[in-house]
């Protein structure tokens, strides 16, 4: 296990956490990854896009001109491809994207993604960035400031904790997520990744009994 100090409002030691190796010091399989990051771009998109065919243009049911006479190519409809104003051929249609990718795929990928921010020393782990009841992005942003200036943050958090969702929100170079909802792109896209404690002892699964005996 690797072991990461909790960082407390302060700026000081509050403690320390055991990172398990089988999450945080794996092999990062990089197909793997890249396989599961473009799956979920993919699962991103709309797919709305759509573009009239020749039969789905308003107009051009009467012919242009007579068949014969003219020494122009024959015509039959001014909605034709070949026109402005005409259909287009092979154009898009609405469709899904989004590719099927197991479970264990995506969990692997997390797992070597994160490995890979704890190895190179760009993961963190802090006590809180406000201190109790206190809602402050000025206080939150100085407590980040002591643990990472990097340009892209991804900060987890649990679902509960209001005071630094709040306190965090507004700030460009911030990603919030819930631990329950971290992935491998937002891992890999950020530069540092900060977890709370709860939120922490969340995505590891600790219960929360164990934690408050712990604290």
Not at 140 to 157: D, G, N, P, S
Not at 198 to 210: K, N, Q, R, S
Request: proline fraction near 4%.
């Amino acid at each position: 296990m690797t072991s990461v100090d909790v960082i407390a409002v302060d700026g000081g030691k509050s403690g320390s956490v055991e990172l398990p190796a089988d999450i945080f010091d794996v092999q990062a399989n990089m197909p793997l990854m890249h396989q599961v990051v473009v799956a979920q771009l993919a699962a991103a998109r709309q797919g709305t896009h759509k573009a009239k065919t020749r039969g789905e243009v308003r107009g051009g049911g009467k012919k242009p001109y007579k068949q014969k006479g003219t020494g122009r190519a024959r015509q039959g409809s001014l909605r034709a491809p070949q026109f402005t104003g005409g259909g287009v051929v092979h154009g898009p249609v609405p469709r899904d994207y989004s590719q099927r990718t197991p479970k264990k795929m995506k969990a692997a990928a997390l797992r070597g993604a994160l490995s890979d921010r704890a190895r190179d020393g760009h993961l963190h782990v802090v006590e809180s960035f406000v201190n109790g009841d206190t809602k402050s992005t000025k206080a939150a942003l100085a407590t980040l400031a002591r643990v990472t200036t990097a340009k892209r943050v991804l900060v987890v958090l649990t679902e509960a904790d209001e005071n630094n969702w709040l306190s965090l929100r507004n700030e460009p170079r911030v990603h919030l997520i819930e631990a329950g909802q971290l992935n491998t792109y937002d891992v890999l896209v950020a530069d540092d990744v900060v977890f709370t404690k709860d939120a922490l002892d969340e995505f590891l699964g600790v219960p929360a009994e164990a934690a408050q005996e712990e604290n």
